[in-house]
C-alpha cells in the first residue's frame, strides 16, 4: 500500500492499517505542507526516486506509537504525539493557508503570544517524571516534527522506544530565544527542557491541554501513550 500525500495523509493510512490484522508494507510518497515523514524515514524528496524506492526499495519494521484516552478513543502515530503549545500552534496552522514552512511558523508566534505554561504531571513507565509548569510535552518516535524541528534528536523509530522532551517553565522571551535552535536539535540545552526514554508516557493537567499526533490536533489531555515495537513495515 502507498500514502500518497502529507504527514496527515500518512498518518490516516497508518490508522487504517492498524485494524487490519497482518498489515501490508506501507509505501510513502511525502507531498505535503510539512514532509517529516521524509526526514525522519529518510525518504526522497524527488519523486523519481521515491518511485524508484518503492519498486526496488526494501521493507524495515518501524514502531507505532499508540495514544489512548480514558472515553476508549485511540489514535495511532509514527512520528510524535505533542500536548500543550506544540498543539494549539497545530491548530491554528491547520486553519491558515499557503504551503511550506511559513504557515506554521505564524501559527507559532501567534500562539506564542497568548499561550502561557500550564501545571501538568507526567508518567514514564508508571513513574513521575516530573509535575509543574510545562510548555509542551512532546512524545517522539523519531526525531523530527513541526515542519523540520529536530525536537528529538536521538529518537529512533527502530528502537522499541518512546523520546520524552519536556519543555519546562519557559517564559515568552525565553522561548523566542531558543525557537532557532530547535531545528538543529540544540534546544536541549537549555536547562529547562529535559528528556527521557521509556515504553509508556501518562500526560494529566487540571487544565485539559490540546493534543495533537503526527501534527494533527487529536483532541485533549489525560492521555496515555504507549508503544507497538515493530507493529508495521516501510519500504525505504
Not at 516534527?145 to 525565553?174: H, S, T
Amino acid at each position: 500500500m502507498v500514502a500518497f500525500g502529507g504527514d496527515g495523509t500518512v498518518n490516516e493510512v497508518v490508522n487504517g492499517l492498524a485494524r487490519v490484522e497482518a498489515p501490508p508494507t506501507l509505501g510513502i510518497l511525502n507531498a505535503g505542507r510539512g514532509n517529516d515523514c521524509r526526514r525522519n524515514f529518510d525518504l526522497p524528496s524527488r519523486l523519481p526516486l521515491a518511485l524508484e524506492r518503492l519498486v526496488h526499495g526494501h521493507d524495515v519494521p518501524i514502531d507505532v506509537g499508540v495514544a489512548e484516552w480514558p472515553d476508549g478513543r485511540r489514535r495511532h502515530f509514527v512520528m510524535s504525539l505533542g500536548a500543550g503549545f506544540d498543539a494549539a500552534a497545530a491548530e491554528r496552522a491547520e486553519r491558515a493557508r499557503g504551503r511550506g514552512k511559513a504557515p506554521y511558523v505564524r501559527a507559532l508566534l501567534s500562539t506564542l503570544w497568548v499561550y502561557r505554561p500550564s501545571p501538568a504531571t507526567i508518567h514514564l513507565d508508571n513513574r513521575r517524571h516530573s509535575s509543574g509548569p510545562i510548555m509542551a510535552a512532546v512524545v517522539a518516535n523519531g526525531p523530527y516534527y513541526g515542519q523540520g524541528m529536530k525536537i528529538a534528536p536521538a529518537a529512533d523509530p527502530r528502537d522499541g522506544l518512546l523520546d520524552l522532551v519536556v519543555l519546562g517553565n519557559l517564559g515568552r522571551a525565553e522561548l523566542l530565544r531558543w525557537f532557532p535552535t530547535v531545528y538543529r536539535g540544540r534546544h536541549l540545552a537549555n536547562p529547562k527542557i529535559s528528556t527521557a526514554r521509556g515504553r509508556t508516557v501518562t500526560i494529566e493537567a487540571a487544565a485539559p491541554l490540546p493534543v495533537h499526533v503526527d501534527g494533527e490536533p487529536c483532541g485533549q489531555t489525560p492521555v496515555r501513550v504507549s508503544l507497538l515495537p515493530a507493529a508495521l513495515r516501510l519500504r525505504v
